[in-house]
């Protein structure tokens, strides 16, 4: 299945982890460490309470400064707007509906993001929504979508994993889950350091 097929038949815990992935893979630009967001991905495990969600992504946001959407006046990396703009989006409430919506925009998002970043991109100009939309409802099993940077694909891939993942295995997928996002971290948090390296 495509990705916005896997999307549309997730369930609330699905949905809230393929946002939050999203999210945690853009932790570097958003300024945060490692562990910042443990609380919500614990809060998506069988033990967890759907109805403490909202205190932790308070909490989460108060650490990284993020309290509201900001304008795009207010900063000038488009990237680290975009992580912004996905953690204030975040619903305070974990329900399928409003996670669903969070979710896709996180999907197209992080897309960006990751289309922005990619040293394999001479322009850095971003991709309309609309190209982003055609990778998006691409057939999973096209191994390399064309005129799509490499970045930009693994991203595709971390994030149709994450929604099998969740798919198949419920709350006993969310760690699995979390490692596919930890390992995408790791690769932006190297471009976004060598994209500092090279403005410097």
């Known amino acids: 299945m495509s990705l916005v097929e896997l ?15 999203c999210l945690d893979r853009c932790v570097p630009l958003l300024g945060g ?6 609380p919500l991905w614990a809060n998506l495990a069988a033990d967890g309470d759907p109805a403490a969600w909202g205190t932790l992504l308070d909490q989460v946001r108060a650490k990284l400064g993020v309290a509201d959407v ?9 990237a680290a707007l975009l992580a912004r703009r996905m953690l204030a989006a975040a619903p305070a409430v974990r329900s399928a509906a409003e996670a669903r919506t969070w979710a896709d925009g996180c999907s197209v998002a992080s897309l960006q993001i990751h ?9 850095g ?5 609309g190209a982003l939309e055609t990778v998006r409802a691409a057939d999973a099993s096209d191994a390399r979508p064309e005129g799509v940077s490499p970045l930009v694909v693994a991203e595709l891939r971390r994030q149709i994993s994450v929604l099998e993942i969740l798919d198949s295995h419920g709350a006993g997928g969310v760690r699995r889950a979390m490692e596919v996002s930890t390992e995408g971290r790791r690769v932006l948090r190297a471009v976004v350091s060598r994209r500092a390296r090279g403005r410097g």
């Open 125 to 129: 100009a971003a991709v309309p929504s």
């Open 7 to 21: 999307i549309a038949q997730a369930d609330e815990r699905g949905l809230a982890a393929s946002g939050l992935a």
């Open 115 to 123: 289309r922005l970043l990619d040293p394999a991109q001479d322009d």
């Open 70 to 78: 900001v304008d795009d006046e207010d900063i000038e990396d488009e």
């Open 33 to 38: 460490d490692d562990e910042v967001l443990r």
